[in-house]
């Protein structure tokens, strides 16, 4: 076959993660910016903007892990055993505030309390784990040939901490973004007010990841500063800084959704650095994808199912977000 | 922690949390089906009472379902957290079924998932029903993998061990493994009967409580019928299920069985009780029944199967635990059978709905069905050990290389997120449930529609009248 099956999987999965970032980067926002909003019906309304689709968004991180699974099982084995302890705390993570989409409704009063602040702090918890995940992912881990070598704390650095916050920092204004274009009035003013600071922070977020990863990792550095790849990558750093101004630019004039748009490209371009930075390594800086990679007869099996299902799913997903398209009232009964 | 190794903590903990999990997609599978089926007769009979029926139940689905899906995502991550080893090993099959999981059941429960709860209004009726049915079929689907995935590790074929893993050779026969027909079957089956007899119980709960409306009686009769017909269907297959796993797997069937060892030319009895001691080799305060082992399994007076001292020790499972839960399992169901039987006696006695006595029974029954499935898995996973996948590799040789302080940590964190969490999504699925189908109240004037007291809650208040329909 002339197919490079690895690179294909390796984009398979880079595609499910960033549709994971996109997808539900805005849906655990809306739990981040749960503390900043007291009134409970605007709280339900937020919640009701993405209460048809949040487990749809959630599916993208399943994907992630299963299409790792089945690709690269060496890789899915070390890199989860690696991170067991953010992995765990982002699963109970996830279990809190995916519970609070249906108990914020069916408890009685005196509970309700109780899973605002469970989808809150779990938004909270699953959201910095993944960044931990992901600044851990990015140090590189401690490798004796193929097998993990490591600590169980060793994924606990100041640089993941950081990351940590800055993920928060990104989905707090995916969410605010989104609920621009889905709230109006009161809540909506609110968000943009939000939303302002979140795209400054987030700019000094990247900044700081861009300038920490080179100087903590010579070969990062050599990919991006050397000629001729400067000349290529150069557009990365431009179109972000120009990305965010124009959010700023955006959100003084009657937004709708056009920040949200704005903020996805902006979290694209992040995406796309640390793509730069890291390929082809899928444990870096030790393993490889051919390394890492499943029996032909496995990922050329999955490949067919992905290959023709994800269209599928896409156009199906695309449908149920056209079904509650548009602006979410006060007491729209379809929770 | 309590000295347990890193290797048993794991297991404690898969255990315990698939053992949770499974409860939800179990009543997922059964009530996705039952409100397909609730649809389609309001669709074509245009009777209020279905639709009642369908809006109560989706909304304890839709808390269930919640519950299933978190807890599931903690199961696809399991594998690589806790299992390494294996999923290194045997992740070039298990991997790629998962993904297929993922792929054809997954997303469209979930993609379909928010139209068939809150999109009544804002599509068609058509399209709504279309949405139901996807839904159910993903639960259908999502069960067909996950079990071609257990089955494989059951009875593993199709493969071969390339450098130190498995490497598929022959798909159709990995997923088509010899036990996986029967399990998928049985597996199904048991999620229609845990489901059935949950409806039933609630339906009996408000008989009893006087509320004897149309809604009420129409659930718990469709339950009953449910009940009835598929009790003894999954005794036969639970049967069949059993001479494939002596085929297969004959030291779990020994270990079911409390069978320690042939003797010449003896038959085997059937040990109804007793307690299978491990070390003695023999099973204690045996109450035995001649030749009923031999005809059960071998369908022969004097038939013979493989014994317990067959196996060296170390590749006996643990025969207490599978003897009793398996025990547990059979008994439960010939309770259900019994059960369906007294219904139909009811019926043709004239009334189902007026016999206390048996309404108290069909409530005590309501969480029957899931403790037969539960008691099955752990026949089916504890019988397996120590193999993790059968005769290929050993659960002790699966297991990531975790400290005992990070596995504590997590264990302790699970146990208590878990009760806590899913304990009170239980009670609020109870009380939804006790609130009862007729939403609209049994007096409710057709076309004015009432607005539960939570605004937001549940399925939409607001219904579009089906074209010439009364409500
Ligand atoms: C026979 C059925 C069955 C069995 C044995 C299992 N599951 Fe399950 N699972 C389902 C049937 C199911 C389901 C019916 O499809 C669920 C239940 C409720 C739901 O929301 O979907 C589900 C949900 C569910 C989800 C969330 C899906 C989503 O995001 O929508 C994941 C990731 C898993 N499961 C993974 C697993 C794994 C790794 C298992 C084994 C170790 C497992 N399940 C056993
Ligand atoms: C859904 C119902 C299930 C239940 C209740 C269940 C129960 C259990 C239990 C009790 C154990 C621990 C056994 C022991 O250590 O003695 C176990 C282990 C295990 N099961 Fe299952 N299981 C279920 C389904 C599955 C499925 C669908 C798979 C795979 C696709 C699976 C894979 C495993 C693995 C990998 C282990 C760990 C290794 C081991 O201890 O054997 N199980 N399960
Ligand atoms: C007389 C009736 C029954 C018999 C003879 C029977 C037989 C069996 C056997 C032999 C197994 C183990 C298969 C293996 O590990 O290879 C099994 C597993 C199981 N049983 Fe039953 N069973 C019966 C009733 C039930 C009922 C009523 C339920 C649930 C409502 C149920 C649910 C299960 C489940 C979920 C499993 C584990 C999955 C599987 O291996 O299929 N069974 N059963």
Same mark, same amino acid.
């Given at each position: 076959?002339?197919?490079?099956?690895?690179?294909?999987?390796?984009?398979?999965?880079?595609?499910?993660?960033?549709?994971?970032?996109?997808?539900?980067?805005?849906?655990?926002?809306?739990?981040?910016?749960?503390?900043?909003?007291?009134?409970?019906?605007?709280?339900?309304?937020?919640?009701?903007?993405?209460?048809?689709?949040?487990?749809?968004?959630?599916?993208?991180?399943?994907?992630?892990? %299963?299409?790792?699974?089945?690709?690269?099982?060496?890789?899915?084995?070390?890199?989860?055993?690696?991170?067991?302890?953010?992995?765990?705390?982002?699963?109970?993570?996830?279990?809190?505030?995916?519970?609070?989409?249906?108990?914020?409704?069916?408890?009685?009063?005196?509970?309700?309390?109780?899973?605002?602040?469970?989808? %809150?702090?779990?938004?909270?918890?699953?959201?910095?784990?993944?960044?931990?995940?992901?600044?851990?992912?990015?140090?590189?881990?401690?490798?004796?040939?193929?097998?993990?070598?490591?600590?169980?704390?060793?994924?606990?650095?100041?640089?993941?901490?950081?990351?940590?916050?800055?993920?928060?920092?990104?989905?707090?204004?995916?969410?605010?973004?989104?609920?621009?274009?889905?709230?109006?009035?009161?809540?909506?003013?609110?968000?943009?007010?939000?939303?302002?600071?979140?795209?400054?922070?987030?700019?000094?977020?990247?900044?700081?990841?861009?300038?920490?990863?080179?100087?903590?990792?010579?070969?990062?550095?050599?990919?991006?500063?050397?000629?001729?790849?400067?000349?290529?990558?150069?557009?990365?750093?431009?179109?972000?800084?120009?990305?965010?101004?124009?959010?700023?630019?955006?959100?003084?004039?009657?937004?709708?959704?056009?920040?949200?748009?704005?903020?996805?490209?902006?979290?694209?371009?992040?995406?796309?650095?640390?793509?730069?930075?890291?390929?082809?390594?899928?444990?870096?800086? %030790?393993?490889?994808?051919?390394?890492?990679?499943?029996?032909?007869?496995?990922?050329?099996?999955?490949?067919?199912?992905?290959?023709?299902?994800?269209?599928?799913?896409?156009?199906?997903?695309?449908?149920?977000?056209?079904?509650?398209?548009?602006?979410?009232?006060?007491?729209?009964?379809?929770? | 922690?309590?000295?347990?190794?890193?290797?048993?903590?794991?297991?404690?903990?898969?255990?315990?949390?698939?053992?949770?999990?499974?409860?939800?997609?179990?009543?997922?599978?059964?009530?996705?089906?039952?409100?397909?089926? !609730?649809?389609?007769?309001?669709?074509?009979?245009?009777?209020?009472?279905?639709?009642?029926?369908?809006?109560?139940?989706?909304?304890?689905?839709?808390?269930?379902?919640?519950?299933?899906?978190?807890?599931?995502?903690?199961?696809?991550?399991?594998?690589?957290?806790?299992?390494?080893?294996?999923?290194?090993?045997?992740?070039?099959?298990?991997?790629?079924?998962?993904?297929?999981?993922?792929?054809?059941?997954?997303?469209?429960?979930?993609?379909?998932?928010?139209?068939?709860?809150?999109?009544?209004?804002?599509?068609?009726?058509?399209?709504?029903?279309?949405?139901?049915?996807?839904?159910?079929?993903?639960?259908?689907?999502?069960?067909?993998?996950?079990?071609?995935?257990?089955?494989?590790?059951?009875?593993?074929?199709?493969?071969?061990?390339?450098?130190?893993?498995?490497?598929?050779?022959?798909?159709?026969?990995?997923?088509?493994?010899?036990?996986?027909?029967?399990?998928?079957?049985?597996?199904?089956?048991?999620?229609?009967?845990?489901?059935?007899?949950?409806?039933?119980?609630?339906?009996?709960?408000?008989?009893?409580?006087?509320?004897?409306?149309?809604?009420?009686?129409?659930?718990?009769?469709?339950?009953?019928?449910?009940? !009835?017909?598929?009790?003894?269907?999954?005794?036969?297959?639970?049967?069949?299920?059993?001479?494939?796993?002596?085929?297969?797997?004959?030291?779990?069937?020994?270990?079911?069985?409390?069978?320690?060892?042939?003797?010449?030319?003896?038959?085997?009895?059937?040990?109804?009780?007793?307690?299978?001691?491990?070390?003695?080799?023999?099973?204690?305060?045996?109450?035995?029944?001649?030749?009923?082992?031999?005809?059960?399994?071998?369908?022969?007076?004097?038939?013979?199967?493989?014994?317990?001292?067959?196996?060296?020790?170390?590749?006996?499972?643990?025969?207490?635990?599978?003897?009793?839960?398996?025990?547990?399992?059979?008994?439960?169901?010939?309770?259900?059978?019994?059960?369906? !039987?007294?219904?139909?006696?009811?019926?043709?006695?004239?009334?189902?709905?007026?016999?206390?006595?048996?309404?108290?029974?069909?409530?005590?029954?309501?969480?029957?069905?899931?403790?037969?499935?539960?008691?099955?898995?752990?026949?089916?996973?504890?019988?397996?050990?120590?193999?993790?996948?059968?005769?290929?590799?050993?659960?002790?040789?699966?297991?990531?290389?975790?400290?005992?302080?990070?596995?504590?940590?997590?264990?302790?964190?699970?146990?208590?997120?878990?009760?806590?969490?899913?304990?009170?999504?239980?009670?609020?699925?109870?009380?939804?449930?006790?609130?009862?189908?007729?939403?609209?109240?049994?007096?409710?004037?057709?076309?004015?529609?009432?607005?539960?007291?939570?605004?937001?809650?549940?399925?939409?208040?607001?219904?579009?009248? !089906?074209?010439?329909?009364?409500?």
């Amino acid at each position: 076959m002339g197919v490079d099956l690895p690179i294909l999987w390796a984009i398979i999965i880079v595609f499910g993660l960033m549709m994971y970032v996109v997808m539900d980067g805005f849906d655990l926002g809306i739990g981040l910016l749960f503390p900043f909003i007291r009134d409970r019906a605007e709280r339900d309304l937020m919640v009701n903007t993405v209460a048809p689709v949040w487990d749809g968004n959630e599916t993208w991180l399943v994907l992630g892990g %299963a299409g790792l699974f089945a690709a690269f099982p060496l890789a899915y084995s070390v890199l989860l055993s690696a991170l067991y302890l953010p992995l765990v705390f982002m699963l109970i993570g996830l279990i809190l505030r995916g519970v609070a989409f249906e108990f914020r409704f069916k408890a009685d009063a005196a509970h309700r309390p109780i899973w605002d602040l469970s989808f %809150a702090i779990g938004s909270y918890v699953a959201t910095f784990c993944q960044g931990i995940a992901l600044g851990a992912f990015i140090n590189g881990f401690r490798m004796n040939g193929l097998t993990y070598a490591g600590g169980a704390f060793d994924w606990l650095t100041p640089f993941s901490i950081f990351t940590g916050f800055g993920l928060i920092v990104a989905y707090g204004l995916l969410g605010a973004c989104w609920l621009i274009m889905k709230t109006e009035d009161a809540l909506q003013r609110r968000m943009i007010e939000l939303a302002r600071p979140l795209t400054l922070l987030l700019l000094i977020v990247i900044g700081i990841v861009s300038l920490w990863t080179p100087l903590a990792h010579p070969q990062i550095a050599s990919r991006w500063f050397s000629l001729p790849n400067i000349v290529f990558f150069a557009p990365v750093p431009v179109l972000t800084l120009a990305t965010a101004w124009a959010i700023l630019y955006v959100l003084q004039r009657q937004p709708h959704a056009l920040p949200f748009g704005l903020a996805l490209f902006l979290l694209f371009l992040g995406y796309s650095g640390l793509g730069i930075s890291l390929w082809p390594h899928i444990v870096p800086p %030790a393993m490889s994808l051919d390394q890492a990679a499943a029996p032909p007869q496995s990922m050329g099996f999955a490949l067919v199912g992905a290959l023709f299902i994800i269209p599928i799913i896409l156009t199906y997903t695309f449908w149920s977000y056209y079904v509650f398209r548009g602006k979410v009232k006060f007491g729209e009964g379809y929770h | 922690m309590f000295g347990l190794t890193a290797l048993e903590m794991a297991r404690i903990q898969f255990g315990f949390t698939i053992s949770f999990h499974i409860i939800f997609p179990a009543i997922t599978i059964g009530l996705a089906s039952y409100l397909v089926v !609730l649809e389609a007769l309001w669709l074509l009979k245009q009777a209020t009472v279905f639709r009642d029926l369908y809006l109560f139940w989706s909304k304890v689905f839709a808390v269930n379902f919640a519950m299933g899906v978190v807890s599931g995502i903690v199961m696809a991550y399991q594998f690589g957290t806790n299992w390494g080893h294996f999923s290194a090993f045997a992740g070039g099959v298990t991997g790629p079924l998962l993904a297929y999981e993922v792929l054809s059941a997954f997303f469209l429960e979930a993609g379909f998932l928010g139209v068939m709860l809150f999109g009544l209004n804002k599509v068609g009726p058509g399209l709504h029903f279309f949405a139901t049915l996807m839904v159910a079929a993903g639960t259908l689907i999502s069960a067909t993998w996950i079990l071609a995935s257990n089955s494989f590790m059951q009875t593993p074929q199709g493969y071969e061990i390339v450098a130190g893993r498995i490497v598929p050779v022959d798909w159709v026969k990995v997923i088509f493994s010899p036990s996986f027909p029967y399990r998928l079957v049985h597996m199904t089956i048991a999620a229609y009967l845990a489901t059935a007899l949950f409806v039933g119980a609630s339906g009996a709960w408000h008989l009893i409580r006087g509320r004897n409306t149309q809604a009420v009686r129409t659930m718990f009769s469709m339950a009953m019928w449910m009940v !009835l017909i598929v009790a003894p269907i999954q005794i036969i297959v639970g049967d069949q299920h059993g001479e494939n796993t002596l085929k297969y797997q004959p030291a779990k069937i020994a270990g079911i069985e409390g069978h320690w060892e042939n003797k010449p030319g003896e038959s085997v009895p059937l040990i109804l009780f007793g307690w299978p001691d491990m070390k003695g080799e023999t099973t204690r305060y045996a109450l035995e029944i001649p030749h009923a082992g031999s005809l059960i399994l071998t369908h022969s007076w004097n038939g013979q199967v493989p014994a317990l001292k067959d196996f060296a020790p170390k590749d006996r499972p643990d025969s207490p635990v599978i003897f009793w839960s398996f025990r547990a399992m059979v008994g439960l169901a010939f309770l259900m059978f019994f059960l369906g !039987l007294w219904s139909a006696w009811l019926r043709w006695r004239g009334d189902i709905y007026r016999a206390p006595l048996f309404l108290r029974a069909a409530i005590l029954m309501g969480p029957s069905g899931l403790l037969a499935l539960v008691a099955g898995w752990v026949t089916t996973e504890v019988g397996r050990q120590p193999w993790v996948v059968y005769n290929v590799m050993r659960t002790a040789d699966a297991v990531s290389n975790h400290s005992a302080v990070e596995l504590s940590i997590s264990l302790i964190l699970f146990i208590v997120i878990y009760f806590a969490v899913f304990g009170t999504g239980v009670s609020y699925m109870l009380k939804l449930v006790a609130q009862g189908p007729d939403v609209r109240g049994p007096e409710a004037e057709p076309g004015k529609i009432q607005r539960p007291s939570r605004p937001l809650s549940g399925a939409p208040d607001a219904v579009r009248p !089906l074209p010439g329909g009364e409500g």
